[in-house]
């Protein structure tokens, strides 16, 4: 069965600075991975996505992650946040083994704050 | 590209009381999730559906639960006789393909006095 941790569930950083927010999974099959981002009342919107093929993968808002296998972990970095990167922060895999209908299993969730 | 609406966005209501919230998906998205969100904590998978079939329901979904998604096209998500444990954002997702990723709509809150 696949499963995501998320370390750290509040990450503080001040404007300007790197964003590092850590990700790691558990999965029987392949991964599909998925980062999204959630402001205070609305839905998740899609950051980036990993379905096997490049290990470094680019997203909106000038976000990446890369995907290492060997640590079975998928961490979401910024060189440099910005005051609207403050949000909540969602880590995710695609259940595509055992019942094949693609569901997300997420993770706990991080709070990002930066500070001015 | 008009995205997943859902309809309403909020919903107050007083224990024991029916709801019902409805999801408008991507039109050509023929794979439709609706999931559970409490606060501090991620999406909880509630049902799937392909097309009109409904083809897994979690755990969670307990018999006061139903889901239809008639057509194949919006889908409606009731809860009867609603419990303070209810109390959560219903957020529905929408997609193409199974390795494509799911787009969301902004969720109905739901609140039991």
């Not at chain 2, 008639?70 to 219903?90: N, V």
């Amino acid at each position: 069965a696949q499963s995501v941790t998320q370390l750290g569930s509040h990450v503080s950083v001040s404007e300007g600075a790197l964003v590092l927010l850590r990700c790691n999974y558990s999965s029987s099959v392949p991964p599909y991975l998925f980062w999204y981002v959630q402001y205070p009342n609305q839905g998740l919107q899609l950051l980036l996505k990993y379905t096997s093929a490049a290990t470094l993968v680019k997203g909106i808002n000038g976000f990446e992650a890369e995907f290492k296998k060997s640590e079975t972990s998928f961490h979401l970095t910024k060189p440099s946040a910005h005051m609207s990167d403050a949000a909540e922060y969602f880590c995710a895999v695609s259940d595509h083994g055992s019942s094949n209908t693609g569901k997300l299993i997420f993770g706990q969730g991080t709070t990002l704050q930066v500070k001015p | 590209d008009t995205g997943v609406s859902q309809d309403p966005r909020h919903k107050i209501t007083k224990r024991g009381q029916n709801v019902t919230f409805r999801c408008d998906p991507i039109s050509e998205h023929n794979r439709l999730y609706w999931y559970r969100q409490t606060l501090g904590q991620g999406p909880e998978f509630l049902t799937y559906f392909q097309n009109e079939a409904q083809l897994e329901k979690s755990r969670l979904l307990s018999d006061r639960f139903s889901a239809e998604r008639p057509k194949g096209s919006f889908s409606t998500l009731e809860i009867q006789r609603t419990e303070q444990g209810d109390s959560a954002m219903y957020l529905c997702a929408s997609s193409l393909m199974i390795y494509q990723p799911q787009h969301f709509g902004d969720g109905t809150r739901l609140s039991i006095l």
